[in-house]
Every structure is written in structure tokens, then in C-alpha cells.
């Protein structure tokens, strides 16, 4: 089976990555999103969620066994040396993951949604780099509404993400999200198109 041809899809918390992924899906695109598969590798069961319920203690538990991904997250995002430790043990596992799914793809071309595409190093794997981009602001204003959360969380999980710069200087092309979904709907058909175009209809 021939390699698929591999869009890589990123940008900060809350720009828009899984709104983006829907539309792409909606247009039958195969689509691999890393934060789904940081959560399959942390299923009761897994041997990675033993491993961090020994190392953070069982506060990280929820009552029926499941991560309690709240106070993980609380832990992670204000203690760097936890948070290294935490993706030094799930990325690799996240990274195989997503290279198993990506080889299941069947659309012309496939998508790979990741929050850390450039940091992490998944870019590789990717022939093309979309970068949907939203003014901070915004960023922060949809996350806490989506999540419930406060703007100091979702400032410090910013912080530790890759600069809007530097993303974008790894961009081939940039969907800026801040219009409505009908116009981001048609923005990714328009996209889809000049990429269906690019694989020159291979499969
Ligand atoms: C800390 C956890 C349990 C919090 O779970 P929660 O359900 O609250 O958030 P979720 O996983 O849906 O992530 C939401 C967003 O937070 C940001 N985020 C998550 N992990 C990280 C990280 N290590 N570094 C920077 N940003 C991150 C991303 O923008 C992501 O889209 C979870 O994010 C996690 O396990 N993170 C470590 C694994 C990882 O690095 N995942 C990123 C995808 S590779
Ligand atoms: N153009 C838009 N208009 C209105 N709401 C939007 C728009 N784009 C995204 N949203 C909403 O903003 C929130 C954040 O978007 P989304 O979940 O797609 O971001 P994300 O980049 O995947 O975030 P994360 O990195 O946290 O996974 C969601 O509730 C989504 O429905």
C-alpha cells in the first residue's frame, strides 16, 4: 500500500483545529487527531495510565478508574518538570497511534490535527502545513466557553505552546478563524479543492 499524502493541521488552543477537522471530515477526508489519541492511550487498562497514577499519586483517579483529566491538567500546566515527564511517556505512545491510523486512510489525502504538530515534531510526517490562526484574544474566549474553565488556565497552557510566529513560519497556508462556521465551511472547501488539485486525483 502507497504512503498516504499527509496534510498536517495545527494551531494554538481554541483557534479552531477541531471545527477545521469537521469540515475536512464532512468532505470525506480520513482524519487523525492527536488529542484523541492521547486519550485512547490513557484508557483504564493501558499500562501508561498506571504509570501515571504512580507517579502523581491517585489523586489523577477518578472513582470509576478513568484519568481525571481536570487535575492532570492543573498538575501539568503549572510545573514544567511534570509536564516533561508527561510527555516524555505519552508521545512516543501518541506518535505510534497516529502513524497506525494515518496508514488506514483511504481519501485521497488525509489530515493530521495536532496541538504540538510543530513542537513535537509530527510535522515530519506531514507533506503540507495548515495553520488555522485566531487572534488570542479569541482563542482564550472560545476555550472558556467551550470548557468551563478560567482565562489563567487557558493563559498558561499558551504559554507553553509554540509562539503564533513560529507556527505560522511552518505554514504553508493559513485559514485566519475569525469569521462565523458558515464562512470557515467554505474557506476549507476551498482549500479542499486546491488540494485535491495538488494530489493531481491520485489515491
Ligand atoms: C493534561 C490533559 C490530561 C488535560 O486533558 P483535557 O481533557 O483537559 O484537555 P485535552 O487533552 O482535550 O487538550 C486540550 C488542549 O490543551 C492543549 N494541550 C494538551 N496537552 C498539551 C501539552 N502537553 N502542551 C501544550 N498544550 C497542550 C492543546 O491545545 C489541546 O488541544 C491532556 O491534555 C494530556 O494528557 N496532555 C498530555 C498529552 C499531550 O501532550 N497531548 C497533546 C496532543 S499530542
Ligand atoms: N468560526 C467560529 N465561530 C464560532 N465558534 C467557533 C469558530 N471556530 C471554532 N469555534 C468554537 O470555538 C471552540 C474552540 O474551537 P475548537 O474546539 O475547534 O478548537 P481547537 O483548536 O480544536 O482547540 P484545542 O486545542 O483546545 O483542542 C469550540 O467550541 C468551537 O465550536
Not at 468532505?27 to 498506571?50: F, M, N, S, Y
Given at each position: ?36 489519541a492521547a486519550r ?30 481536570a487535575e492532570l ?36 489525502y488525509a489530515i ?92
Amino acid at each position: 500500500m502507497s504512503k498516504p499524502w499527509i496534510l498536517g493541521l495545527t494551531g494554538g488552543i481554541g483557534s479552531g483545529k477541531s471545527a477545521v477537522a469537521q469540515c475536512f471530515i464532512d468532505l470525506g477526508v480520513h482524519a487523525v487527531d492527536a488529542d484523541h489519541a492521547a486519550r485512547w492511550v490513557v484508557e483504564p487498562g493501558r499500562p501508561a495510565l498506571t504509570q501515571i497514577a504512580e507517579h502523581f499519586g491517585d489523586d489523577v483517579l477518578l472513582a470509576d478508574g478513568n484519568l481525571n483529566r481536570a487535575e492532570l491538567r492543573k498538575r501539568i500546566f503549572q510545573n514544567e518538570s511534570e509536564r516533561r515527564w508527561l510527555e516524555a511517556l505519552l508521545h512516543p505512545l501518541i506518535g505510534r497511534e497516529i502513524s497506525d491510523n494515518l496508514a488506514r486512510a483511504e481519501s485521497p489525502y488525509a489530515i493530521l490535527v495536532s496541538p504540538l504538530l510543530v513542537e513535537s515534531g509530527q510535522h515530519r510526517l506531514a507533506q503540507r502545513i495548515l495553520v488555522v490562526d485566531a487572534p488570542e484574544a479569541l482563542q482564550v474566549q472560545r476555550t472558556i466557553l467551550r470548557d468551563s474553565t478560567s482565562a489563567e488556565q487557558v493563559e498558561a497552557i499558551l504559554k507553553v505552546q509554540a509562539s503564533r510566529e513560529e507556527r505560522l513560519r511552518h505554514a504553508h497556508d493559513i485559514l485566519v478563524n475569525d469569521r462565523d462556521l458558515d464562512w470557515l465551511h467554505s474557506e476549507v472547501s476551498r482549500l479542499h479543492r486546491f488540494y485535491l488539485t495538488l494530489r493531481g486525483g491520485q489515491t
